[in-house]
């Protein structure tokens, strides 16, 4: 069993940087594929980024791509997302998740294939 722990959101000014961490217990971090996912109130959750479990990969949301970087660090079992010129439209609940995987390539951009998931943590971007 993984346990998934986010933190770091908060309260930010458009255009201010947050960065999120995810903390994850167990020995196994190592070998599985991350990902940061977001849920605005009455909306659905959505995919964010995606990262492999090597590090080598990465993938990203279309309105992400150059503001937000995913990051992990295996030894510290932590999964990071730092965001950069933060919009109002990025308010929402981030939550962090993982898979165990074979390929230290592949990664995830679909909510079904993850197993594990944080509680989230809420990220509040006023204008």
């Known amino acids: 069993q993984v346990q998934l722990v986010e933190s770091g959101g908060g309260l930010v000014q458009a255009g201010g940087s947050l960065r999120l961490s995810c903390a994850t217990s167990g020995r196994t971090f190592g070998r599985y594929a991350m990902g940061w996912f977001r849920q605005a109130p009455g909306k659905e959750r959505e995919f964010v980024a995606a990262?492999?479990?090597?590090?080598?990969?990465?993938y990203y949301a279309d309105s992400e791509k150059g503001r937000f970087t995913i990051s992990r660090d295996n030894a510290k079992n932590t999964l990071y997302l730092q965001m950069n010129s933060l919009k109002p439209e990025d308010t929402a609940v981030y939550y962090c998740a993982g898979t165990p995987t074979l390929d230290s390539n592949l990664y995830y951009i679909a909510r079904e294939a993850y197993s594990y998931w944080g509680q989230g943590t809420r990220v509040t971007v006023s204008s």
């Open positions: 990262i492999s479990w090597s590090g080598g990969t990465t």
